[in-house]
């Protein structure tokens, strides 16, 4: 097992993202945006600069989180699929020069106010399965994210969406299930993290770890560190440890940057300052009993 981030919540610079890593005396970076520009999206030139300081630091990359079939994009647009096929196509190239084997990938967004069993699954299985297959068949490994996706709305969803798309695997975030909708709860419950994650654990090679508290009178999430909120953190993490698990566990605070949303933010150090912060309780949460 070993501890990653999404570095672009400690600083918006590669050099910036590097630092924060070295830091925490970590290997890798989950790599998503570097000055505000997702991975697969930099120029060329802006890419090969990329690849010059990961390899002066020995920091690696150890997953691209795309916004390939992302929260912000719609099955019922072609266009958003072509662009799908783009950034997949540039992603390939550029994951296998960093000698990165997974790709973090979503399933369209929710059709909001169609019921979830009218949710054109079959468009966007076909979808996931041309885009995934390019993946596999280059030797890469795409892992669906629990989300503000078709796959995030339960756990069945989530199993369906694997049973027809075949080769594709799990990265399960902890904090996601806080705010969202269980829609295999016939009384419109919010999910339970622990009841997403015991029913997907065998699909599962990675894990987002972020926490939070729910306010469903406001409709308000406030993210915390890690184990102080509603996601079920310690107790998944001794359940990952228990049976074995070896693969990543990148934070993903939310506390000092929200990477969705950039009406939440702090100034630059302090932002910087919270996401080391938090990989230190993440370790410490790793060693306790």
């Not at 005396?25 to 990961?54: M, P, Y």
Request: hydrophobic share 35%.
């Amino acid at each position: 097992m070993y501890l990653t981030g999404f570095a672009d919540e400690a600083a918006g610079s590669l050099v910036g993202q590097i630092k924060a890593t070295l830091e925490l005396g970590w290997k890798h970076i989950g790599a998503r945006s570097i000055d505000g520009v997702n991975i697969h999206d930099l120029t060329d030139a802006a890419f090969d600069r990329v690849c010059e300081q990961l390899a002066e630091s020995g920091v690696s990359v150890n997953c691209f989180g795309s916004t390939i079939m992302n929260w912000g994009k719609d099955v019922r647009k072609v266009g958003d699929f072509e662009r799908d096929l783009e950034q997949t196509r540039r992603a390939i190239p550029r994951m296998k020069r960093l000698g990165t084997r997974l790709v973090r990938v979503m399933s369209y967004s929710v059709i909001h106010g169609a019921p979830a069993w009218d949710q054109m699954a079959a468009e966007r299985f076909r979808r996931m399965r041309e885009i995934c297959g390019m993946f596999l068949d280059a030797g890469l490994q795409p892992v669906h994210e629990n989300c503000m996706n078709y796959g995030g709305m339960g756990a069945s969803f989530t199993l369906r969406m694997l049973d027809n798309v075949h080769g594709l695997k799990l990265v399960f975030d902890t904090g996601n299930p806080i705010f969202h909708t269980d829609h295999d709860s016939p009384d419109g419950d919010m999910q339970s993290a622990w009841d997403f994650y015991r029913q997907v654990r065998q699909h599962v090679v990675y894990v987002h770890i972020k926490d939070a508290v729910f306010n469903p009178k406001s409709n308000k999430t406030e993210y915390t560190m890690p184990g102080k909120g509603l996601g079920s953190v310690a107790k998944i993490v001794r359940d990952l440890v228990s049976t074995g698990y070896d693969g990543g566990l990148s934070i993903e605070p939310h506390i000092g940057a929200v990477f969705h949303d950039p009406s939440v933010t702090t100034d630059e150090e302090k932002k910087y300052r919270m996401y080391v912060e938090y990989g230190r309780q993440m370790e410490a949460l790793l060693r306790a009993p």
